[in-house]
Structure formats: C-alpha cells, structure tokens
C-alpha cells in the first residue's frame, strides 16, 4: 500500500510559478513510476507530466511543453512540478499519481494510487 500527499498549491496570478510536492509512504517508492493529473470542473482528468522510476525518462502534455518540469528524489520518496508562467488555462485540481511500472498511464483507472488533490488557481 502507498499513501501519496500533495501539496504546494494555491492561488496565483497568470506568470507566476508554484512548486507541487508529493510525498509517498513506504519504502518501495524508487519502483514507481510517478505522474501528475489536473482535472478542471466539467473536464476529463488528463496527464500533465510523468517521470520514470529512475528519473531518466519524462513525459508532458503539450499544453505544459517548456513551462512545466516534473522530477523526482528517491531518496525523499517525493515528486515533483515545478510549473513556471501559469495560465488561467491551468486553473485544477492537480493530482499526483503511482503506478507499479516504467511509466504512468494516460488511463486514469490504469494507475495504482492517487494522492487526494491540491487546488491551483491562477488568476489573470
């Protein structure tokens, strides 16, 4: 069993940056693959950027392509998104997300554990 929590979210204006950490319990964090999802009101969670257990291999969205950095520390059992010029487009509740294998799925339902969310709010 993994527990994920986020956190770091909040409100902000359009340009600004935020950093989302997500810590996990255990000690088998180093075996996950790790992502982060967003879902708007009245939108689909979508994948937004993932990251490979050893940190080699990354993955965004094109929506996030060159404003958006996810990374990882093993060794903290912690993920993490550095989002830089924030859109009112980015406005959701981002979710972090585990799965037992090389990659994260774009299939929400695929992926293992959740964490429980932390709202973003960019203003314009």
């Known amino acids: 069993q993994v527990q994920l929590v986020e956190s770091g979210g909040g409100l902000v204006q359009a340009g600004d940056s935020l950093r989302l950490s997500c810590t996990a319990s255990?000690?088998?964090?180093?075996?996950?693959?790790m992502g982060w999802f967003r879902q708007a009101p009245g939108k689909e969670r979508e994948l937004v950027a993932g990251?490979?257990?050893?940190?080699?291999?990354?993955y965004y969205a094109d929506s996030v392509k060159g404003r958006f950095t996810i990374s990882r520390d093993n060794a903290k059992n912690t993920v993490y998104l550095q989002m830089n010029s924030l859109k009112p487009d980015d406005t959701a509740v981002y979710y972090c997300a585990a799965r037992r294998s090389s990659a994260v799925s774009t299939i929400p339902p695929m992926n293992d554990y959740w964490g429980q969310g932390t709202q973003v709010t960019v203003s314009s």
């Open positions: 255990g000690r088998t964090f180093s075996s996950y693959a």
């Open positions: 990251i490979s257990t050893g940190g080699g291999t990354t």
